[in-house]
C-alpha cells in the first residue's frame, strides 16, 4: 500500500498577463507564435525542420531556440536559412512571457509571419507558463510510453495540438496508441491529435496543413 | 547565423542548507538515500523494479515516488512488497530537499537500509535540486539521443552514476555511444556509465554491485 501526499502548490498570476499582452501584441503585427513543447529527444528540432520546409515558401519564419546550454539546435536551424535565435535559460526549465518578449525583441520579428519557440525540453514546467503564443504544440514520442498523459496531465491539457512522434516504432516499445488517445481525450477533449514520424518525414502533411489553417484563421482575426 | 543571449539565472541557497542536514542525518541513521533522475519514460521505474528484485533480500528498502500527477507508478513498486509512498508536488517540477524530508518523515524510514527517491521525469529541474541523498543516479534513454549531455549539462555534471537505457535500441535511433560518453567525461570525469536495458535485464547486475558497494561505503562512515 502507499499513501498520497500534497507537498507544494505554484500560483503564477503576473505571468498570465504578460502574456496576454504579449499575445495582443503578435495580432496587432499578424505575427503567429507558436509554442512547441516536449521531454527532451521527443524530436522538437526535426519536427521543425520539416515545418521549415513545407512552409518557407508561404510564411516568412523565425526561430527561437530556448535551451539551458549548447546552441545544437539553432545550428541546425540556421542551416535552413531562416531567421534563429538561441535563448539560453540560464538553468530554467521553461520559457515565460517575459523571457520570450524579449527574444522576439532581440530577434526582431516585425517581418516575420511565423515565430516558433522551441521550448526547453521538459514536460512541466513549460505547461504550466503562457508565454503568449497562438497555438501550443506538443510532442509526445513513442518511446516516453503511453501512460505520460497520466503523470503529466497539464501539458496535455493546455495544448491545442498533440504530434505522436516516432510512430514507427510502436510494437517495439509496446505503445499503446489507443489508450493513449484515450487518457489525452479526457483531459482535452479538443485536442488535434497526428501520429507522426518526424524522421521518416509520415504524418507531416496533415500536421502542417492544419498549421496552415490556424495561421490563416489568427491572421484574419 | 543566429544570437546567443542570457535569459535568467537561478539562486537556490537555502535548499544547499536543507540537504547537508537531510544527509547528516541519514547519515547517522544509516539509511542510504539515492536521487534517481531522468527525463519522462527513461525507464525510472522499470529499472526501479529491478533494483528491488536485486537488493530486497539483503537491505531493507522504501521508495518514494514523485509525480506531478497519478499514481501508476506507486501501484507498480508496491506490487513488489516494498514500502512506498506516492508524493504529489502539486505542479513542481522537482523534489527538493524539504519535501524530500517531509515525505520520509510520512513514510517513516527509520528501519529502512535504502530509500529510492524517484524524481520527477525531468531533466532540468531536479538537477539543481540537492535532496541530502547518498548518491544521484541518473537514466539517459537511447531514444532521447546521444547530445542530450551538451543540452542539459547539470544533470550530467551532478551526478554520480548514469545508467544509458534502451540501449538494445541504438541502432534504430542511430545513438553514437562513444560520442555520448565523450560528452558526459568532459562535464563529468568521474562519472560511473552503465548501459542497460532494464526492460530485458541487461547490464543490470553490474549496476546494482556498483550501487551494493555504495551503500556499503556509506554505512561504515
Chains 1, 2 share one sequence.
Request: proline letters at 3%; a negative charge.
Amino acid at each position: 500500500m502507499y499513501e498520497i501526499y500534497e507537498t507544494k502548490v505554484n500560483v503564477l498570476r503576473d505571468n498570465d498577463e504578460e502574456a496576454a499582452k504579449v499575445r495582443e501584441s503578435l495580432q496587432e503585427k499578424k505575427v503567429f507564435l507558436l509554442n512547441l513543447m516536449g521531454s527532451p529527444g521527443a524530436g522538437k528540432t526535426t519536427v521543425l525542420l520539416r515545418m521549415i520546409e513545407a512552409l518557407k515558401d508561404k510564411y516568412k519564419i523565425g526561430v527561437m531556440e530556448a535551451d539551458v546550454d549548447s546552441a545544437v539546435d539553432a545550428e541546425k536551424i540556421a542551416a535552413t536559412g531562416v531567421r534563429v535565435i538561441q535563448l539560453h535559460t540560464g538553468g530554467s526549465c521553461h520559457m515565460d512571457a517575459d523571457m520570450t518578449a524579449r527574444g522576439m525583441e532581440k530577434m526582431n520579428i516585425d517581418d516575420l509571419d511565423l515565430v516558433v519557440l522551441e521550448n526547453v525540453g521538459n514536460l512541466v514546467c513549460p505547461a504550466e507558463f503562457d508565454v503568449g503564443a497562438a497555438k501550443k504544440v506538443m510532442i509526445l514520442s513513442v518511446p516516453e510510453g503511453d501512460d505520460k498523459p497520466l503523470k503529466y496531465p497539464l501539458m496535455f491539457t493546455v495544448s491545442d495540438c498533440m504530434l505522436i512522434n516516432k510512430i514507427d516504432t510502436k510494437e517495439i516499445f509496446d505503445f499503446d496508441e489507443d489508450r493513449c488517445r484515450e487518457y489525452v481525450r479526457k483531459l482535452n477533449p479538443d485536442m488535434e491529435i497526428f501520429p507522426i514520424s518526424a524522421l521518416h518525414d509520415e504524418g507531416m502533411k496533415e500536421f502542417t496543413d492544419w498549421l496552415d489553417r490556424q495561421i490563416c484563421l489568427w491572421r484574419a482575426q
